[in-house]
């Protein structure tokens, strides 16, 4: 019942109805936060007061997204043993690794479409898998700034209000220092002769889609960077497969997808650095979205809550490498603040900016089309 009440009174009564909703739907008294609620939650808005004792009644939280995602499922399990620590809840947590943000997306979407409950209670993606999702209206829209005023602010808030960005991610080269002793200092050092054989990239192009659209380098001159780089790779991997750089089993990786495992792996001590390209440098956001059919709401937006307070923030950047750099004083915030000195130039990859460029998906798909002929 929770799922369907929260998208009724969401979209139609607006967010204070909504709460006032829900707890005559639940049976309770509206005086229960002076009697129930922990003393932490005190300084909360009512309306996270009435999403805390929801999220009681629910009692499982459901997430999926990859082990090489986000700190996997031992960061997730850690997050919410705080959030019940934080909120007085005692939640647990089912966590189902799946490594592709798409195939998540898609198991989703025929849940919806079957009106069969999801299977994950929250999705996280990027521009690239929502913007084909928003015209499904799969996603509820919540009142985020007012669950957290002060705290949350309109910037971080797409699509209607039914995504909300939580970490972000940088898009650039990776590179093995001990494999070569002149760092590359754009992606076009890496079609000099040196590299031939030694590059791996994806068989799915990450990160050439912001590269592709107007006003970065655009579908042409993408398209030819793509076509001189197929002599150079060496083999394919995933986004995840970091290590296989650290170790020079492939000396480059061109591109990789958000950059977060450079932190993760030079603290390990290995010989990486990233290139960063100083005039088209894609700057990309990971939204978290609260399905419609999820079984959980309440406990998926409490969870989404506490990955924007100051705690989660520094969970997520302590394990994952990633915050959101619209916070000041956030880590990611400093380090793009270093890359503005030095003269790159970044470009906001969310959803608004994906869907007024739609030169991006026929370009991407030749892309795709290139690189398996490299494959062969």
Known sequence: MGSVMTERCLLTFGFSRYVRGLVGALGLATGFAASTAPALAQADPPAVQALVEQAKKEGTLRLSWGEATLGGSGLARQMVARMNKRYGTNIELRFTPIEALARIASQLLVEFQSNQ????????????????????????????????????????????????????????????????????????????????GKVATTVFGAGFDGLAANGMWGPEKTLQYVRDLAPQIGGFINCTDTERVAVNEFSAFVLDCV???LTIFQEKGAPLDIVLQPDATARRYFYFQVPRHARSPASATLFTLFAHSVEGQKMLWDEAKLDLALYSGSQMAKLIAKYEAAGVKFTDVTIPWWQAHPEIGPTVEQIVKILAQAKR
């Open 117 to 196: 409950p999801a299977f994950s209670d929250l999705y996280m993606g990027t521009a690239a898998q929502l913007v084909p999702l928003l015209d499904r209206k799969m996603f509820l829209p919540i009142a985020w700034t007012e669950l957290a005023p002060g705290r949350i602010t309109t910037q971080m808030i797409d699509a209607d209000g039914t995504s909300l960005k939580v970490v972000t991610g940088l898009t650039g080269a990776l590179y093995n220092t001990d494999a070569t002793k002149l760092p590359p200092k754009t992606f076009f050092d890496f079609l000099k002769p040196e590299w031939k």
């Open 259 to 261: 950059g977060d495992k």
